[in-house]
């Protein structure tokens, strides 16, 4: 099922929470396609981060010794991934789900976190 014909369903069926819950579900399922089912959590917060979205995507580690937060191969797999993650969610549509801000020089974000882990 497409992820446009399950947002049609999820709007048709009765409420199991919130809209939130359903963009939330959406998104995991989207980027659980790509990634591995057990390898993406998607959050969205509370109080007055309400509406922000938190998702944490797992990978292999690209190379097998020790390294910290430098890592230029790490680094580089790191900004991969989070790319491919918002190119699957403006192929999806599910981009226009998450709320936007602007910043003091006007610029637009989106209410999201993207976080790469990487296990050996």
């Not at 359903?22 to 917060?45: H, P, Q, T, W």
């Not at 509406?51 to 900004?79: F, Q, T, Y």
């Not at 989070?82 to 974000?109: F, V």
Request: hydrophobic share 30%; with cysteine.
């Amino acid at each position: 099922m497409s992820i446009d014909a399950e947002r049609i369903a999820e709007a048709l069926k009765p409420s199991r929470g919130g809209r939130v819950a359903k963009r939330n579900r959406l998104i995991k399922k989207a980027l659980a396609a790509e990634f591995g089912k057990g390898n993406v959590s998607v959050k969205g917060d509370r109080g007055t981060a309400y509406g922000w979205v938190d998702i944490k995507i797992r990978c292999k580690k690209p190379h097998s010794e020790e390294c910290d937060w430098r890592c230029p191969l790490c680094n580089e797999l790191r900004d991969k991934v989070k790319q491919r993650a918002w190119q699957i969610l403006k192929d999806t549509g599910l981009d226009k789900e998450i709320s936007t801000y602007y910043d003091d020089m006007n610029y637009e974000h989106k209410e999201c976190i993207i976080t790469v882990e990487l296990a050996p």
